[in-house]
């Protein structure tokens, strides 16, 4: 006999992953979809349900990253443990399980409770190239001196010891854009008579969560420079995720 799921409440990312499997469920007055009896009903969603995001949001992506890194030392975790791994509310990390889940990066668990962890293969490599965002949001040029240690290697400065490319006139350093320093640092503009100052990239997450070694993450640091026109730049960046164990 035929049976569906009876809910009171689902997410548009929810419902688009019960049907895109073939689930039957009943969502009164919203949404009924049995496939066996050929019914599909459903309401004209909220404005802010039907939006379909084309790319991950930052806290997504954090979670995407946190999951990757791990996923040979931990490869399943719990929401709350996320949480409190990357500092996010346990609202966020339903939002960017729901957004991974969408986007089909999660292996199927038995129950909405079950720990979270990534698909392997070939699905990451398409995610990394075309729904991870640029962490960047701003960069600026300030002095070096001024500069903490708190910050890493990132852009091409970072890829320079990762490839054959060659190492930017101006170094390249990553700091998370809250860091309450930053406002304390003075901007300058390049010219020939200020020398020592460095390029310095404000992240919309922090990049010591994924840093290693001084330098900031291959895949941030990819997704940082795949829009760069350089065409020596985007081969190393390809070589770079040739050399990943998806």
Request: glycine share 4%.
């Amino acid at each position: 006999m035929p049976v569906a799921l009876q809910c009171s409440h689902l997410t548009f990312y929810q419902r688009e992953a019960l049907i895109q499997k073939g689930i039957p469920f009943v969502l009164l007055p919203n949404c009924v979809y049995l496939p066996f009896l050929g019914v599909v009903m459903q309401a004209k969603l909220a404005k802010e349900e039907k939006v379909v995001p084309e790319r991950m949001q930052a806290a997504t992506q954090m979670v995407f990253l946190y999951l990757f890194y791990q996923r040979e030392h931990t490869p399943q975790i719990s929401k709350s443990e996320l949480a409190q791994k990357l500092g996010l509310s346990k609202t966020s990390i339903t939002r960017a399980v729901e957004q991974l889940s969408f986007f089909q990066l999660l292996q199927e668990g038995e129950s909405i409770r079950a720990p979270i962890s990534l698909v392997r293969g070939e699905p990451l490599k398409r995610a990394v190239r075309d729904l991870l965002i640029d962490p960047v949001q701003k960069r600026v040029l300030v002095l070096h001196k001024e500069l903490p240690d708190s910050v890493f290697l990132a852009g091409e400065s970072c890829l320079s010891e990762y490839s054959m490319l060659n190492a930017p006139r101006t170094e390249v350093y990553a700091c998370d854009k809250r860091q309450k320093w930053v406002s304390q640092l003075t901007e300058v503009f390049p010219l020939p008579d200020i020398g020592n100052y460095v390029e310095l990239e404000l992240w919309k997450y922090p990049p010591e969560l994924f840093a290693a070694d001084g330098k900031v993450d291959m895949l941030s640091l990819y997704c940082s420079l795949k829009a760069n026109p350089d065409e020596r730049v985007e081969g190393e960046l390809e070589s770079l995720l040739e050399e990943i164990k998806w």
